[in-house]
């Protein structure tokens, strides 16, 4: 077996992965093989770095992780400036954690637990959201910048059979590893699937709200805070409503995670609507929404890889964030597996960025974006079959 030496400096350090949430940050280092900062930290940080990071090893690569001090862009786009600074060699920058996600993506069912992956990141801009209705200030794409070399030849890779084959095993086999250890740790996160009875999707026009004696609710379609804090079984959301959806898999003992790589829709603000979901990523091509990607891509082009926890409607609920939180790391982990450091002849993320394709910040929607792929691809795990579109 390999043998592995501590880093000896920050310069060590050519992978780093951010979590926005301290569960996103739990599901990753379950993945760890070793730790570098068990008796504390051992490298340091630059001066107005206020970031704390956890070191250590995931498989042949060292990895910094750093958690992010709040949701939305803006944080990460401070806290990812500080991880550039403090950790210059950075060559490969992962976003891991949870997103909502788009129903369906060229044609195919996306289910809670599926991983989206970035070929490429936009943001957009809703200017102001009023209850029942909203208002976009402006929708031009207004700059368009590439991801760098060595993440789009590490996705290109997963085009060839032979190596989906080995990320959708690996993803799997990390899932029961991560699985396993929570268990052994007795962590109180439930990263076991929840089942697909819990898999409830409705239909976009159809809101989560009091169906009477509720004046806010009543009132444009729109829910209360009371509303979006009750389930949908204690509000009575009605089964009616729900949308059949075509499993991939034929019970909750062989579910394993779908993998798409897409455009993913990055914003300041929460995705709680069907219909403006529907609408954006339409409009957008995109396959998920979250709130970090664009803030992170400012600084250095990464890789967003994360689970899908709910369908960024109404309807969205907990249960399914710890699950999703533990799919993403696997895929992170299964795709870190197959990315290979060489010596010398790569310049780091932020330089590549900084020299690369103007990337315009304007105050409108914007889209980083990789064009090793058509569109949206779509892996399939189990029947194997590859769909580019
Ligand atoms: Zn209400
Ligand atoms: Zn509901």
């Known amino acids: 077996m390999a043998q592995f030496t501590q880093p000896t400096s920050r310069d060590d350090f050519h992978v780093a992965v951010i979590c926005a949430l301290p569960s996103e940050a739990d599901a990753v280092t379950l993945l760890f093989d070793q730790f570098w900062d068990e008796e504390g930290d051992q490298f340091g940080r630059t001066s107005g770095d206020n970031n704390t990071y956890i070191t250590g090893r995931l498989g042949k690569h060292n990895v910094v992780l750093a958690v992010l001090p709040g949701m939305g862009t803006n944080t990460a786009a401070s806290a990812t ?14 976003l891991v954690g949870i997103c909502g996600g788009v129903p369906k993506i060229a044609d195919y069912d996306v289910f809670l637990g599926d991983v989206v992956v970035s070929k490429a990141i936009v943001q957009y801009d809703f200017g102001r959201q009023y209850p029942g209705h909203f208002e976009v200030k402006k929708n031009v794409e207004d700059s368009l910048g590439r991801a760098n070399k060595d993440i789009r030849g590490m996705l290109a890779v997963f085009e060839t059979e032979l190596m989906r084959d080995r990320l959708q095993t690996k993803s799997a086999m990390y899932l029961k590893q991560l699985q396993s250890a929570a268990a052994k740790k007795r962590r109180r996160a439930k990263y076991q699937y ?46 009616a409503k729900l949308v059949k959806q075509d499993m991939p898999f034929e019970d909750d003992s062989n579910f394993s995670s779908t993998i798409f790589i897409g455009r993913i829709g990055s914003g300041n603000t929460v995705m709680k609507s069907g219909e403006i979901r529907d609408w954006i990523a339409k409009k957008h091509n995109l396959i998920a929404f979250e709130m970090e990607g664009a803030g992170a891509w400012d600084e250095v082009p990464c890789l967003v890889v994360k689970g899908v926890c709910d369908y960024a409607d109404s309807h969205k ?18 795709i870190l597996d197959r990315y290979i450091v060489t010596d010398g002849g790569q310049r780091p993320v932020a330089a590549q960025l900084n020299g690369g394709a103007g ?3 304007g105050n409108s929607t914007r889209s980083i974006s990789g064009n090793t792929f058509g569109d949206n691809v779509r892996i399939v795990q189990g029947d194997m079959t590859w769909n580019g579109t």
């Open 317 to 334: 609920n907990k249960r399914w964030q710890d699950f999703a939180a533990a799919t993403a790391a696997s895929v992170m982990k299964a």
């Open 81 to 94: 400036a500080n991880l550039r600074s403090s950790y210059c060699s950075l060559k490969l920058v992962f």
């Open 194 to 239: 929840p089942g697909i009875a819990e898999n409830r999707l409705y239909l976009p026009a159809y809101v989560h709200r009091h169906v009477k004696s509720c004046d806010i609710c009543s009132e444009c379609d729109s829910t209360c805070e009371l509303a979006a804090m009750t389930s949908c079984a204690d509000l009575g959301c009605e089964a």
């Open 359 to 361: 990337q315009g910040k």
